[in-house]
């Protein structure tokens, strides 16, 4: 399967997707799903659109916030569906953040055994990462994403317009990601975000970054759709940043944030355990910090950050897999670090105290 054929990514392609069921030969019915804040911005113009080009439509919006990714919402909307009589054929469109499409991705993976999934993204972080590759999951109170399905959508309809309404802080955040795709994948692209970092909003430049983007994440989903080798290369900086994300909570870091820190980590490391050269870090850590991304954190202990990463889910036989750079655009995974390598580069990643 080539998974950019179900990929469309276009500028105004949100406001299109009565055309996008049509293409797909999907009954003109459909079911809309947001949270409350992507609802109001976007949902309820898409609802409009949809209706006035003749496709009945029911919406449901759930409260913003990764508390919604969870068993309970799932059960409610499912409930809902049934309530309203959805029907095997009809499309459920996931409209937001990667917190809704996981979701609403989960729910569409069993509600009736599987129905039809079109994901909108409308993060940048959701544009380039959570709408492609299929990965659909709720989280329960023992961690992340721990019940799931791999359920591709039926379209991705990627609109970088929508990343308009995205607060400043939330862009520059997800901006992580784009680097970090960057970073393991595509030294030109590095290239273009360093001539471009004045240029963040730019809508030709999203155009471009998230096309780029999306195109290496559908190209390591085709080779490794199920997640059990190459796709872990998408893991560079996350080690230390789930760590940071377990330790401090979720919300105390946006995850791109953490990513970042994460990143800054990763390429310590690399220098020390993958032959990076020094200034390929440097690089990397100056082009963060331009974006505008944290180099350090200052809410965890370094030895909790520790612990917590041996309850990672890349650890085989109590060894964490790490993702390594060994130069911009060329990323590995699979590799085992001397701990007390780790240990260090966690320390001089944490704030000086005040």
Known sequence: MDSMDHIQIERGASGRLAQVLAREELPPRAWV???????????????????????????????????????????DLWAWLAERGAE???????????????????????YLRGVPLIQVPTTLLAQIDSSVGGKVAVDLAAGKNLVGAFYPARQSVIDPDLLATLPREQLVADYAEVVKTAMIFDADMFELIERSVDSLHD????????????????????????????????????????????????????????????????????????ALAESDAKRQDALLRRVGLPQTYAKAAPDDLWQAMQRDKKVRGGRIQWVLAGRIGAASPGHHVDPAIVRDVLHELRAPAA
């Open 33 to 75: 799903i947001a949270d409350t804040t992507v609802m109001q911005l976007h949902g309820q113009r898409i609802v409009g659109e949809l209706t006035h080009a003749g496709v009945a439509v029911g919406s449901r919006a759930v409260p913003p916030g990764e508390s919604s990714k969870s068993v309970a919402t799932a059960h």
């Open 203 to 274: 809508p030709a430049l999203l155009e471009e970054l998230v096309t780029r983007c999306v195109r290496w994440k559908a190209r390591i989903v085709d080779e490794d759709p199920h997640d059990r080798g190459p796709r872990a290369v998408l893991n560079y900086g996350h080690t230390i940043a789930h760590a940071l994300e377990t330790v401090c909570g979720y919300g105390a870091y946006r995850h791109g944030e953490a990513v970042a820190i994460g990143m800054r980590g990763a390429a310590a490391i690399s220098v020390r355990a993958a």
């Open 88 to 110: 095997r054929g009809d499309p459920i469109i996931a409209l937001g953040g990667g917190v809704v499409g996981d979701l609403v991705g989960f729910v569409a993976a069993a």
